[in-house]
T-cell receptor
Framework: QKEVEQDPGPLSVPEGAIVSLNCTYSNSAFQYFMWYRQYSRKGPELLMYTYSSGNKEDGRFTAQVDKSSKYISLFIRDSQPSDSATYLCAMSGVLTGGGNKLTFGTGTQLKVEL | EAGVTQFPSHSVIEKGQTVTLRCDPISGHDNLYWYRRVMGKEIKFLLHFVKESKQDESGMPNNRFLAERTGGTYSTLKVQPAELEDSGVYFC????????????FGPGTRLTVL
């Protein structure tokens, strides 16, 4: 069983829709939760970073973490065609030496249609 | 500020040959990570440097892979001899050392072993 499960999609939505992306995980040691966006042939770009449970909002993006359910979500409001990309969830455990390895989901491919 | 850079962007080699990938982290970032994504799978951790020291190399698949970070600046990842299953995209990431787990990724090197 993978440590992090993420539906690969593809997910297609109309412009302006609210998008919900999710990951579940099995390792209770994870404390840091991230969402990365990756455009084709590019590297992952950090979108949201959350420590422990709770919500975090940044513009059109909201990240939610529910550690009791081992479930994290990313919501995109008023989706735009430029949001079309692969969205990767990533997480890590206790920081050591100033950093720690990330465990990724497989990524969800999102397409926002005009 | 320049981001993480990787060279080459794409490498095609034959089985049994040697390839060296290079990563230049963001200036001042002591933490440097290598990750790999093989076709259809999630991005997986390979190893983590703090300055020139290997902090965690638990993700290195076997002894055909050798990573170095002489002087604590750029890093190289050598694969010798390359096998078909080494094909994939190799990402480098860097982060600062004050306990932040915000990792910034390079564009990746796409390695194809024929």
């Amino acid at each position: 069983q993978k440590e992090v499960e993420q539906d690969p999609g593809p997910l297609s939505v109309p412009e302006g829709a609210i998008v919900s992306l999710n990951c579940t995980y099995s390792n209770s040691a994870f404390q840091y939760f991230m969402w990365y966006r990756q455009y084709s042939r590019k590297g992952p770009e950090l979108l949201m970073y959350t420590y422990s449970s709770g919500n975090k909002e940044d513009g059109r993006f909201t990240a939610q973490v529910d550690k009791s359910s081992k479930y994290i979500s990313l919501f995109i409001r008023d989706s735009q065609p430029s949001d079309s990309a692969t969205y990767l969830c990533a997480m890590s455990g206790v920081l050591t030496g100033g950093g720690n390895k990330l465990t990724f989901g497989t990524g969800t491919q999102l397409k926002v249609e005009l | 500020e320049a981001g993480v850079t990787q060279f080459p962007s794409h490498s095609v080699i034959e089985k049994g040959q040697t390839v060296t990938l290079r990563c230049d982290p963001i200036s001042g970032h002591d933490n440097l990570y290598w990750y790999r994504r093989v076709m259809g799978k999630e991005i997986k951790f390979l190893l983590h440097f703090v300055k020139e020291s290997k902090q965690d190399e638990s993700g290195m698949p076997n002894n055909r892979f050798l990573a170095e970070r002489t002087g604590g600046t750029y890093s190289t990842l050598k694969v010798q001899p390359a096998e078909l299953e080494d094909s994939g995209v190799y990402f480098c990431a860097s982060s600062q050392d004050w306990g932040s787990d915000t990792q910034y990724f390079g564009p990746g090197t796409r390695l194809t072993v024929l």
